[in-house]
């Protein structure tokens, strides 16, 4: 759903530029109270794990193809705010290395793909935890619920977008109909990769999914016929103290191996809003990218004749790129908390 420059005009490209940008500010002070030490590293792997599987496009209907947008993903791992900084970071890296979405149209891009599929998933999440029994395939089934309805929802944002400053006068109906049309089906494959990446990392550190803190209730015993609360087990050890080292290296290694080598057998036909703008003519007055000439631009790596050396070296180096640059942020971000910490403190002594 990677809008180019040219469907929209400039004066809608910039407003939805400034309230995406207040959104991003927004996020990076909120995400300051879901990062710490153990979550941080693991925002930057989130970015980058979820650019290694957007290059993988399945099919979803006659020559049509979709791919992860990653905003429920992302807010289910690391929460809502950490999850809108992880998908901008990826867009980003993807307009500006590889010519993958408009420039001008940036904007758009953020609020529609990393914004609205955001808050729209955990918003559903939340709601859905709190009728569902406290387990951890409640949070894994909630997580397919919210991922499957973000993705019709950002096709929904899309098309009032379109209409208050599309470029072509198509039918509002007609696009209407046709991108929550195919988006639901793309829904399907989103939630199936939501669900099962987050069901991965439960089953193994579930401490790490902030999605699914706080859900574990205490053990009861069963006395005198009436259930009783057993007494608390003492902590073996602080989980802060757990190393993450293990799974951030599977998660690395899993998105080096689907960006390197897994996404020379995606799909390549047009993913969904190529498509619906094809077949509506939204496409007419689509401009070129103005990083068209980079040496990364459509996921190939300038002047390397394989196909497939060249695109699994350009999908390497999109994860790198964006884990540097997602672990930074993440980074400066917790450095904040930490450097506002003592101030807080301080503040909590003073109001006792």
């Known amino acids: 759903m990677h809008v180019p420059d040219g469907f929209i005009n400039a004066p809608v490209s910039a407003v939805a530029g400034v309230v995406a940008a207040g959104a991003v500010a927004v996020s990076l002070r909120g995400a300051r109270r879901e990062l710490d030490e153990r979550t941080a590293p693991l925002a930057g792997l989130v970015a980058a794990f979820i650019f290694a599987v957007q290059m993988l496009n399945f099919p979803v209907a006659a020559g049509t193809s979709g791919h992860l947008l990653g905003g429920a993903l992302a807010a289910i791992l690391v929460g809502p705010y950490t999850g809108v900084l992880c998908v901008t970071v990826v867009l980003l890296m993807q307009g500006i290395l590889f010519a993958d979405g408009g420039l001008t149209a940036l904007g758009v891009n953020v609020l529609d793909m990393g914004i609205t599929t955001t808050v729209v998933a955990y918003a559903l999440f939340r709601g859905l935890l709190k009728v569902l029994p406290r387990t951890r395939r409640s949070v894994t089934g909630a997580s397919f619920v919210a991922a499957l309805v973000s993705v019709p929802a950002a096709a ?32 399907v494959g989103e939630a199936l990769i939501t669900a099962l990446t987050v069901g991965a990392v439960i089953a193994v550190r579930p401490d790490l999914v902030h999605g699914a803190r706080g859900l574990t209730s205490s053990l009861k015993l069963r006395v005198d016929g009436e259930l009783v609360d057993a007494p608390a087990r003492e902590p073996l050890a602080p989980v802060a103290a757990r190393s993450h080292r293990g799974i951030w ?90 450097q506002d910490a003592p101030d807080d403190t301080t503040r909590t002594s003073e109001n006792v």
């Not at 929904?156 to 109906?173: E, K, R, S």
């Not at 998660?251 to 960006?259: C, I, P, R």
Request: with cysteine; hydrophobic share 45%.
């Open 156 to 187: 929904c944002v899309f098309t009032l977008i379109y209409w208050i400053g599309g470029t072509t006068d198509i039918p509002i109906g007609k696009v209407f109909t046709a991108m929550v049309g195919v988006h639901v089906l793309i829904g």
């Open 249 to 338: 290296a599977t998660g690395l290694v899993t998105a080096l191996v689907l960006a390197g080598f897994v996404s020379y057998y995606a799909s390549a036909n047009p993913d969904g809003l190529e498509k619906v703008a094809a077949d509506q003519g939204i496409d007419k007055k689509t401009e070129e990218h103005a990083a068209k000439d980079s040496p990364l631009a459509d996921y190939g790596v300038k002047d390397i004749s394989n196909a497939r050396i060249s695109g699994g070296l350009a999908g390497v180096i999109g994860v790198g790129a964006t884990i540097v640059v997602g672990s930074g942020v993440f980074y400066v971000v917790r450095r904040r908390r930490t």
